[in-house]
């Protein structure tokens, strides 16, 4: 038996690094995913790729800050699959700003991608979640929604948000046996962090910071939504899992 068998995901930001990762494994594991992304080409891509692995994916267009969207996501993986047990709030932007340097209208978008979308995810899927007997929330916050790092004002407030909210959420849903965990990935190699990998400083610094002799994989995030997705992290909720090699330990 797989560990989600039968299971239906909508997993946000699924056209690159993480999103692929959880799409994929996901998928592997015997979940119909609902992967969703403004990178319309690159998402459907990537369920083509899931589904000629033998899994079953679609692809949807769907701006994750934009409260239409969610609904015409939420009743699309219905209409396809039936029901929604299980939703990955992963999409993000990154912003690497000071607070004098930031602006408003910067500070407000990264909210709006990073923290605004994961209330509005909740918020729709819930209700599919509930009816289909409960399910798994998942948000991707940050190593930078638990500690402070010198220059990333609003990514730090956005990410902050997704940790308290996620508790907050995790009270308001456990009758309805719907789980809300968060998940802090430290320095991950994606398309978000790959200009700060080209970077010898940076990299010496990552390096410094993180305990573990190796940066971080997509997978080694995805492996931990897997958990929390999975019936093994049953008495989980309100919880975060830091996904650092051992950074923010030190
Ligand atoms: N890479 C890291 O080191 C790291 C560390 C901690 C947390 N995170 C978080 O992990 C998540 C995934 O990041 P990643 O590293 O895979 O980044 P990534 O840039 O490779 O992927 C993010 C995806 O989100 C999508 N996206 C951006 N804005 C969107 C919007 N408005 N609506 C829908 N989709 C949108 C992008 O198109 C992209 O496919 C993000 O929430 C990020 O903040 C990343």
Redesign the pocket.
Known sequence: MKRIEGRVAII????????VAEAKIFAEEGAHVVI????ED??KEVASQINHAGGTAIALV????IEEDWKRVVQTAVETFGKVDILVN?????SRLNVEEETLEGWERVQA??SR?VFLGMKYTAPEIRKAGGGSIIN?????GIIGVKGYAA?HAS?GAVRTLTKTAAMDFAEDYIRVNSI??????????ADLFTDPDIVKWMKEVTPWPRL?K?ED?AYGALFLASDESSFITGSEIVIDGGWIAT
């Open positions: 946000t930001g699924a056209a690159r690094g993480q999103g969703t992304d403004i990178l690159e998402v769907h701006d994750v800050s992963n999409a993000g932007i990154p991608i990073n979308s991707i916050s940050s190593v930078y990514y990410k802090h990935p430290g320095m991950i190699e994606t398309a978000m962090t971080g997509p995030v």
